[in-house]
């Protein structure tokens, strides 16, 4: 320990064991940065003469310094489990360290922090206890959410199944309405087909009206109906023979068998049809008169003795009981040429003669 003069004080290095506390002076114009940096040399140097200290690296922050009463060099020990703090600040580089009264104040200080931190305990179990108290009640509510969340889950695997069903029937639905379209598409067919059969059996109708109006003068004794009539019983008798010369029974069943056989149906792709049959059939036939196979060999006759024409419509209703002698009298009073042509054709087929 160096001695006591003006110009040094009589410095304590303090820690919690007695063993380390050092004694050191350093001159009284030391700032307490300064007295630090050669307090820590000097303790490191008492440290290493120790038995038993390995050997350490100190903290300025952690070592404090104290002023040692001029009328001892005696410290006691210091009641602590951590470093004492500091009792000097330094306030500026030009403040030196300031004296303590002595080391019971120290202690008194150490004293009263102890009471403060038995009261900071005290009131730290009595706050823990409130949370243990709270915790419960917490836990209580948690119980219940569990509770209540197992039947949340119970609620979501029902609406989970209602969906399925739903999403079920929404299927079934739309294959209803599916097939209630397709349904509408054939009742708009159907009542296509029935509009057209209608517009159809109006004309029909309507040529009935005319063709009774032609009979009933014909029953009066009008010429001019009577050969109408004679003539449709031509044409009629014409299609039975040409239908039976191509292996059918009548001009109908010829008809309505081409109709239905037709890819594209139509009356004029019937007419082709029967024509082509016709032109091929009287053509190589063995049985056929001369004036069929000429028929068969004028296209136009042919047609009009096929297709419908005025000639059959003008006298469309008629019992076929007219001599041929009478037939060949309305061919030749018809005025077209044409029309005289073809029916004249027709009736050397049928009759196989002149008119």
């Known amino acids: 320990m160096a001695p006591k003069d003006s110009n ?18 350093l001159p009284g114009s030391f700032t307490i940065s300064r ?27 952690c070592t404090d310094f104290y002023p040692v009463d001029t009328n001892t060099c005696e410290v006691c020990d ?42 900071d305990i005290a009131e730290l179990k009595q706050a823990n206890a409130g949370l243990q108290q709270v915790n419960a009640g917490l836990q209580h509510d948690v119980e219940e ?20 069903q ?16 397709l349904d ?14 209608n517009a159809q059996l109006k004309h029909d109708f309507k040529e009935l009206r005319s063709q009774l109006d032609e009979t009933n003068r014909a029953v009066l004794g009008d010429k001019v109906a009577i050969n109408k009539i004679r003539r449709r019983v031509l044409l009629d008798t014409g299609r039975d023979q040409l ?22 149906p139509g009356d004029d792709q019937t007419v082709q049809t029967m024509m082509t049959e016709a032109e091929v059939i009287l053509e190589n036939s063995t049985d056929a008169s001369d004036y069929w196979k000429a028929v068969g060999k004028d296209r136009s006759t042919l047609r009009f003795l096929i297709h419908r024409s005025h000639i059959r419509t003008e ?15 309305s061919v030749l009073a018809l005025i077209a040429s044409s029309d005289r042509t073809h029916m004249i054709s027709i009736f050397r087929a049928v009759y196989n003669d002149e008119p």
């Open 243 to 264: 239908a039976m010369i191509c292996g059918h029974k009548n001009w109908r069943e010829w008809k309505d068998e081409k109709t239905t056989s037709t890819p594209s």
């Open 184 to 197: 509408n598409a054939q009742l708009k067919l159907d009542n296509a087909q029935l509009k057209h059969e």
């Open 315 to 329: 006298g469309d209703i008629v019992a076929h009981n007219s001599t041929a002698e009478a037939i060949a009298e």
């Open 145 to 164: 959410l569990r509770q209540v969340n197992a039947g949340l889950q119970h609620d979501v695997e029902e609406l989970r199944w209602v969906n399925a």
């Open 8 to 25: 040094h004080k009589l410095m304590v290095v303090l820690y919690a064991e007695a063993k380390l506390q050092k004694s050191i002076s």
């Open 78 to 119: 210091v009641k602590a489990q951590r470093n004492v703090a500091p009792l000097a600040r330094e306030e500026s580089t030009e403040r030196y360290v300031k004296p303590a009264d002595n080391n019971n104040d120290i202690l008194r200080r150490l004293a009263s922090m102890e009471e403060k931190f038995g009261r």
């Open 166 to 181: 739903l999403k079920l029937d929404n299927a079934q639905l739309k294959d209803d309405n599916a097939q209630l379209k």
């Open 35 to 61: 007295a630090k940096q050669e307090g820590m040399e000097a303790i490191k140097e008492h440290l290493k003469i120790l038995p038993g200290v390995p050997l350490v690296t100190l903290d300025p922050d």
